[in-house]
């Protein structure tokens, strides 16, 4: 099972990439062009499931045996036998439940921990479409030669449908809540029984996110004002030259900035 998850996960990753969505709920980074053009790179996508450390044990694989500690403080006399007790018991871990003492397991993705996906695995992409010398296209990036072989109206088109993304929220269309880094809930200590208690999240209501302002929730940059998002601009006829079509100079053939 999870074997079978981990593979679909990586042969998405890796094989069925062109189609971006990295939308919390809608949002969509790409476009109907399923398949890029060659030389056409397109920028990483981010699961909505991943192996993830697991939430319960945070990662460490085993949970205190509370039980054992009330059981044992019931029947604790005299305080230095207490003291004692709540020592011995200090060590007395379990295999966590939820993840069986693996410490991660494959399960839904915070947004935050989306956003931090992608913004390590957009920079090594950037990194490498720079080395090698690419152009940006949109959000994606193209091969030298297939971006200066594309006339003004192709480059537009080809930027349109890898839209570039906002630049607060990433393309998530909204922002992770800091309070509870997007895990919908905060930990606070029980005084009474001194163990950890879970409490939704007052910030976000235990969403876990706020909605992006910046983008009105679309997760995309904005249209450019000057071409109106086209990214093509008629330059008009002098006596020498007829008028012609250029890439709009304020987002040069984005649409977007
Ligand atoms: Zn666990
Ligand atoms: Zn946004
Ligand atoms: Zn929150
Ligand atoms: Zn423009």
């Not at 509370?66 to 004692?84: I, W």
């Not at 091969?143 to 929220?169: H, T």
Request: glycine fraction near 6%.
């Amino acid at each position: 099972m999870l074997l079978n998850r981990l593979f679909l996960f990586f042969f998405t990753l890796f094989c069925v990439a062109p189609i971006v969505c990295l939308g919390a709920e809608g949002a969509v980074l790409a476009s109907d062009v399923a398949t890029p053009p060659a030389g056409v790179y397109l920028p990483p996508t981010v699961p909505q499931e991943a192996e993830a450390i697991c939430l319960d044990c945070k990662g460490v694989g085993t949970v205190a045996s509370v039980f054992k500690r009330k059981d044992e403080r019931s029947v604790t006399k005299t305080r230095r036998a207490h003291q004692t007790q709540l020592a011995t018991v200090s060590e007395f871990k379990v295999p966590c439940k939820v993840c069986k003492g693996r410490k991660r397991y494959v399960r839904k993705l915070t947004l935050q921990e989306r956003v931090d996906w992608y913004r390590k695995q957009r920079g090594a992409y950037e990194t490498e479409q720079t080395m090698a010398q690419r152009h940006p296209v949109g959000a994606a990036y193209a091969e030298k030669s297939v971006a200066e072989g594309l006339s003004p109206e192709e480059f537009a088109k080809l930027a349109a449908s890898y839209p570039v993304v906002c630049k607060k929220c990433v393309g998530f269309a909204a922002i992770p809540c800091n309070r509870c880094e997007s895990f919908g809930f905060t930990e606070v200590l029980d005084e009474v029984t001194e163990e950890t208690v879970r409490e939704v999240c007052t910030t976000c209501d235990g969403r876990g996110e706020k909605r992006c302002k910046s983008c009105d929730e679309t997760g995309l940059a904005k249209l450019c004002k000057r071409c109106k998002g086209l990214g093509v601009m008629r330059k008009a006829a002098t006596k020498r030259k007829p008028a012609t079509i250029e890439r709009c100079p304020s987002c040069d053939g984005m649409c977007r900035r």
